[in-house]
């Protein structure tokens, strides 16, 4: 199943929630929606489910245009952010629920019905669990029949709305990379959304950031994590010092340090700001050439030692990580001044920023 | 350390940190138990005791005549036509106002409350003035030979009109607390509009329902003010339990006035038992619901 939206807008109340999506997903792929709160990537899934209908815009199932279907004629599996299970059916009631309201002719019989219940059971690993009410369950057990009742329609289209949000650290892990399994073995179409960049550059073949009800990017993770289109794409995903600059002909001014910027060859002593990730920030002596700085703090818990410095010109704080071991390690103690340098920065001038 | 003493894990002196002193709490318990011996359980005692306080002869004769059963009968009657309306007035009106966004939605919330805020008495007079033979609809009823006014009819309307908030205002909270995930979740299972009520949106509130349907059925059966007003009190016609009960009492006749009282409270009891039966044997069923 490929879906394509074409030009998305929608306004809740008069304040714009999608102003002008744009996205494609084709069969077998898996899309994540990316982006902070109140970017509009819920909206946008529900769109795609019929549990809101866009404003304008063209919405596409394998070519043909399902904008004005209702939930139920689009063949899409949803899956809640908090569940949504029925709470007074059992799990295999839940589960065969999608195939007991078929209308009379299409409802396969109840023998039929039972064995498929058993068979979804068996793919999210609740076979035994099946006469439980849904309050007797955990948290990860319960996204799970979540999931075999959105499958027992065999949908076109899975559609997941932070489907780990609710769940700890440990079981969203393992439930993720299932989830992923699940995706390829069973060859679905979905999109997730997701305020975890983690989540979504480890699940996703494609991803689309989104910010103020646009998508700023999409791309493979790869793509967006190393090639950001945009200041917010850099910033979200994954953490980023922001220093003021100046651009020009294709390098970036930061203090007394000169860096590429080969992206943009054009302009002409411009304003920006650069951006760097805090394992490209290099700590040297106090007499070596580059940013003035102090320690403030060191983390030393954790896979890299992180430093916070305070720049000597500004006060600006900033983030860094040194990889345990590395002598770099031997420079930093609190209160102490060091320079800094960068391998690998990104310069956006100010318009883009804005 | 050798002189560790024995750990705060002594059971006895336990202490939660929602725990009041024993005084306190004695304190409480006996105001609350005092109030309600006072004010339920004296006055339960009372009417039975006076409605049998002439021996059980006098109590099965006074229960036994005919005005009596008349009024049972009609009590009964009213209620069944009134409770089941407003079940379905009730369920649509927190429907709407709980799964769905449109404008005055406040003003028909604040409407639904109307009847809880408006004296009983002025209530029955409003169908007075409406459908009274002087009324504004009186002359079209009379040539169209409808009674409204001192009948059947204008005994149910009135109940109906002072028992109308008791279900809705009961589900609109519990509705609006349990959102819209489950019906949509049902909606794009793609379940129609009628399944998804009847599958996931009723039994959610069934509790709440039933509830709601107990204290309407309390009210349909017990009102006096509206109904005082639109009966006419004519004996075994117009006459319900309560005004029943008023015309003995009136006529010096304590223990037939108790007897039917006895009555009227002996059918509160039967639903309240009615309720903690039904609980109690489907209550695991409904565990997910909430109960009262």
Known sequence: ?354 | METQTAGPATAAKVRRATTESPLVRWALIATGMLFIALVLVLPLISVFMEALSGGFATFFQAVGNADTWQAVRLTLLVAAIAVPLNVVFGLAAAWAVAKFDFRGKSLLVTLIDLPFSVSPVISGLIYVLLYGANGWFGPALKELDIKIIFNVTGLVLATVFVTFPFVARELIPLMQEQGRDEEEAAISLGASGWRTFWYVTLPNVAWGLLYGVLLCNARAMGEFGAVSVVSGHIRGLTNTMPLHVEILYNEYDFVGAFAVASLLAGLAIVTLVAKSLLEWRYGDRLAGGRKH
């Open chain 1, 1 to 354: 199943m490929t879906i394509t939206a074409d030009g998305i807008y929608k306004s809740f109340n008069g304040f714009p929630a999608l102003r002008g999506v744009n996205l494609s997903a084709s069969r077998g792929e898996f899309v994540a929606l990316l982006g902070p709160s109140g970017s509009g990537k819920t909206t946008l899934l529900r769109i795609l489910a019929g549990l809101e209908f866009a404003d304008s815009g063209r919405l596409l199932f394998n070519g043909r245009d399902v904008a004005s279907q209702g939930a139920g004629e689009r063949n899409v599996g949803f899956v809640f952010q908090h569940y949504a299970l029925f709470k007074h059916m059992t799990v295999a009631e839940n589960v065969s629920f999608g195939l007991r309201v078929k209308p009379r002719d299409k409802r396969p019989p109840k023998a039929v019905i039972d064995k498929q219940v058993n068979e979804l059971l068996r793919l999210v690993q609740l076979d035994r669990l099946g006469d439980r009410y849904p309050s007797q369950l955990s948290g990860g057990q319960r996204q799970r029949v979540a999931l075999a009742r959105a499958l027992a329609i065999q949908p076109a289209v899975l559609l997941l709305d932070e489907p780990f949000g609710a769940l700890d650290a440990k079981v969203r892990k393992e439930l993720r990379r299932w989830l992923r399994r699940l995706h390829d073995d069973m060859q679905l179409t979905s999109l997730f959304v997701t305020h975890d960049q983690e989540e979504a550059l480890e699940l996703a073949d494609r991803i689309a950031v989104m910010s103020d009800g646009r998508i700023e990017q999409i791309g493979t993770p790869a793509e967006v994590y190393q090639r950001p289109a945009t200041a917010f794409v850099y910033e979200f995903l994954g953490n980023a010092n922001r220093l003021p600059c100046r651009i020009d002909r294709g390098r970036a001014m930061v203090g007394s340090l000169v860096l590429p910027a080969p992206e943009h060859p054009e302009l002409r002593d411009a304003t920006g700001v650069a951006f760097v990730r805090p394992h490209d920030l290099i700590i040297g002596d106090a007499r070596a050439e580059g940013l003035e700085a102090r320690v403030r703090q060191i983390f030393v818990a954790g896979p890299a030692i992180r430093v916070e410095l305070a720049l000597l010109a500004n006060g600006e704080m900033l983030e860094a990580e040194v990889p345990h071991g590395s002598p770099a390690g031997e420079l930093i103690a609190p209160d102490k001044l060091v320079t800094l340098t960068m391998t690998k920065i990104r310069a956006f001038p100010d318009a883009a920023t804005a």
